[in-house]
């Protein structure tokens, strides 16, 4: 950890310690190069700062949220919808919500390791159903390096060969909590397809890490680095090579450039002393997340650079998405009255269902997943919370009492996780008239689904409530209606934001050519969510680390041809 | 840990957070603290008012009372978890007040004392009319969103107390060498097996 840079130059500057900036990290370092990594939280080491074993009587506050962690006291990651003197707007009628972290592994602290694989039709949807655009680089290009990826990693799952569902090199998946097996059951009835999890958690020890002990606090941060986080399995063992150095509560600015358009650094604010820094890099990737590298880019403004930096197609915060989501949860009457057991295994389901429909027979263009939860988790606060939903509850006394207990792990819900096709009015754009408490400019978001992404969503409500009835449940309160967009989540809210620095292979309607190379500025690269071209029915976190992965391995071969 | 040592590192953890002078949050912290364990002292809250803390004592109690198995709320130091949570949350704090005010003023109405003097009969009359949401007239809603919010608040603090914690069974938060999934009964009781095929089922 160091709070100064030690060099007057860096081969390489990187903006942003989540996935891509830590993979770009972890590679560039160990292909020789001096790594300078600004990141806008403080350090953080899972094996020291984890509240992993905690019970919920360890704290008055048995794991409620405080300001600095929304997702509970205990949860790893530092950060917010709503971060202190880091203000964002929305245009009027928009709906969306921006989670940041501020730590050391960014939003790595914070995901369910759902790691899957883009599969080839992802790479090129525009050519199947004319939507949207193909990207610059296929499933086979990529597939090398989500191989490197699952090696260095670890992943888990099974081998099942499903059209468009990638397999990789996995380690054992854990067998299903009994609740999923249920699940299972009701899924295999209905045809829907239904198989172990895909999560970056090891259970076979991997280049020096413990495997899983199946505490299911993941979330929490993990004490013997068995799951993924940027920070400890990447930052950590990168700092070893003697070439990183991670300047924490270091706030970039904008990217600095000389007369001759090339990048030459990065400016910054450091947070503790307000002060204005400059760190010099022969290369800067930025790898802040989709819309932080937005804003930097679209606030690096110089005479070569009146749009912003890398900007002269125009496209830098267009092409905005998020993954779409909804929920139903429902009461199983068959799995009240438990008997005690460990129901923990890992920290998220064992179980999910990968797309399985062909869209050619529905209303909308593009499919989505199904995560399921459910089982005896950790009591904390909010515990069993509206018991009165349940039937035949007691309201109070000795009857209520015996229905908690009867009455918990009987709930089994379900989460659609589905693609959005880019559209014009999702976007984000420089703020003019607000600016953060450092003085740069902040992001305007506007946003709106189509009737792509609703008629997903109600196929997902119809799915979920089709499963419910299967097992014989009962759904948590009916379907919201076409008003309410069939309870489509807010924009933003599944925090899987994309696209707002798109890739391509032209240069008028795309920030970066394939290698994650800004078109106009050589020396420049992106390497978080900002260049995906599409969404997929998948989680973004494995490609986002594929693709860092490969724009690396570019940058170290055009500094050895001495190109950059 | 020394209390002393767990009082500490509570206090600064609750500082961080919010903006309470260290004396409050530290007395909190220490009477909680010292509830789980057991012998608490006679505590005085922070956030409820002399007149309110027998109130929420006994609803506590009469929301999750002991039996066979476990304590009641009190015993499990719900109302100071209680205390605490208001006090952390400035914000929320106003259903909590007016809540206690009308099922005050309704038990006073009614039977002319207050909910703490009221006997067993009378109380659960007041309850009845309260604890649940579906069948509750319209006239005592305010009551049922009180009463709602505060058995969620009693269910938070008293499942997971060690207390809770101990009689709801939850086995978990332990490392475990290997994962060899749920139990046979619990599986036959379920009707699954280990033996079914994870494989995805085709159709159409």
């Known amino acids: 950890m160091h709070t100064q840079p030690k060099r007057l130059e860096y081969d390489v500057v990187i903006v942003g310690s989540g996935a891509g900036g830590g993979m770009a990290a972890h590679v560039l370092t160990q292909a020789g190069a001096n790594v300078l990594m600004l990141e806008a939280g403080g350090w953080w080491d899972n094996t020291k700062d984890s509240q992993m074993m905690k019970m919920p009587y360890d704290s008055p506050r048995r794991g409620a949220s405080t300001p600095e962690r929304p997702f509970g006291e205990f949860d790893a990651c530092v950060g917010g919808w709503q971060l202190p003197g880091e203000p964002y707007t929305k245009a009027p009628g928009t709906k969306f919500d921006w989670w940041r972290g501020r730590m050391l592994g960014g939003r790595t602290n914070h995901w369910g390791r759902i790691s899957l694989r883009f599969g080839p039709d992802d790479f090129r949807r525009k050519s199947i159903d004319g939507l949207g655009d193909d990207w610059p680089v296929t499933y086979n290009e990529v597939a090398p390096y989500y191989d490197q990826v699952d090696k260095l990693i670890g992943i888990f799952g099974s081998v099942e060969k499903l059209p468009n569902h990638p397999d990789g090199i996995f380690q054992p998946a854990p067998r299903p909590r009994c609740h999923e097996l249920v699940v299972k059951q009701a899924a295999d009835r209905l045809g829907v397809w239904c198989i172990p999890s895909r999560l970056s958690i090891i259970t076979k020890p991997t280049n020096g890490r413990a495997p899983c002990h199946y505490c299911a606090q993941c979330n929490r941060g993990c004490m013997t680095n068995s799951n993924f986080t940027s920070g400890n399995v990447l930052l950590i063992p990168a700092t070893k090579t003697g070439r990183l150095t991670v300047v924490t509560n270091a706030m970039a600015r904008e990217v600095t450039v000389d007369a001759k358009g090339n990048a030459t650094g990065v400016s910054y604010v450091d947070k503790a002393s307000g002060k204005d820094l400059h760190v010099k890099g022969r290369v800067v990737v930025l790898a802040a997340s989709a819309c932080e590298s937005a804003r930097i880019m679209l606030n690096s403004k110089s005479s070569r650079f009146p749009q912003g930096i890398g900007n002269s197609s125009g496209v830098v915060g267009k092409y905005l998405t998020d993954t779409t989501g909804t929920d139903v949860g429902g009461f199983i009457p068959k799995l009240t009255n438990h008997m005690q057991h460990n129901c923990d295994g890992v920290g998220g389901g064992h179980i999910y269902m990968p797309w399985w429909v062909n869209n050619k027979k529905l209303n909308f263009p593009r499919g989505y997943h199904i995560e399921v939860w459910g089982g005896l988790g950790q009591p904390s606060y909010g515990f069993m919370g509206g018991i009165e939903n349940y039937p035949n509850f007691s309201g109070y006394g000795a009857g209520l009492k015996e229905d908690y207990r009867r009455f918990w792990g009987a709930t089994v819900g379900f989460s659609g996780r589905g693609e959005m096709i880019p559209n014009a009015d999702s976007y984000c754009e420089i703020d003019t008239a607000q600016k953060d408490k450092w003085g740069i400019p902040v992001l305007k978001f506007h946003w709106k689904w189509s009737d792509y992404e609703t008629n997903q969503v109600k196929h997902m409500q119809e799915t979920f409530r089709t499963l419910i009835a299967e097992m014989g449940g009962e759904v948590w309160g009916a379907m919201p209606g076409k008003d309410k967009g069939y309870g489509i989540s807010n924009g933003g809210s599944i925090i899987h934001e994309l696209g707002t620095v798109r890739m391509g292979n032209d240069p008028r309607t795309s920030a970066l050519n394939a290698h994650q190379q800004a078109w106009d500025c050589k020396n420049l690269f992106v390497a978080d969510g900002g260049p995906f071209v599409s969404q997929a029915d998948k989680n973004p976190t494995w490609t986002i680390l594929a693709l860092a992965w490969r724009t690396a391995d570019y940058i170290t071969q055009q500094r050895k041809a001495g190109a950059l | ?204």
């Open chain 2, 1 to 204: 840990m020394q209390r002393r040592d767990v009082v500490k590192l509570m206090a600064a953890a609750s500082l961080a957070a919010i903006g309470l002078g260290a004396p409050e949050v530290a007395r909190a912290a220490e009477h909680a603290q010292a509830a789980l364990q057991g012998g608490a002292p006679a505590y005085t809250p922070i956030f409820f008012t002399k007149t309110e803390w027998p109130v929420v004592r006994s609803l506590a109690d009469l929301v999750i009372p002991k039996d066979a198995r476990s304590g009641g709320a009190t015993d499990a130091g719900v109302p100071e978890f209680m205390d605490f949570i208001m006090n952390e949350n400035p914000g929320s704090q106003k259903w909590m007040r007016d809540g206690l005010k009308w099922l005050t003023a309704e038990h006073r109405t009614r039977f002319n004392r207050d909910f703490v003097q009221g006997s067993a009969a009378q109380q659960r009359e007041v309850l009845n009319d309260i604890a649940f949401p579906k069948k509750a007239k319209p006239a005592f809603k305010a009551g049922v969103e009180f009463f709602t919010r505060f058995r969620d608040l009693t269910s938070s603090g008293f499942w997971t107390s060690r207390m809770g914690v101990k009689d709801i069974g939850y086995m978990g938060n332990i490392t475990l060498s290997a994962w060899d999934g749920c139990p046979e009964p619990q599986l036959a009781k379920l009707g699954v097996s280990y033996k079914m095929s994870m494989r995805a089922v085709r159709k159409g």
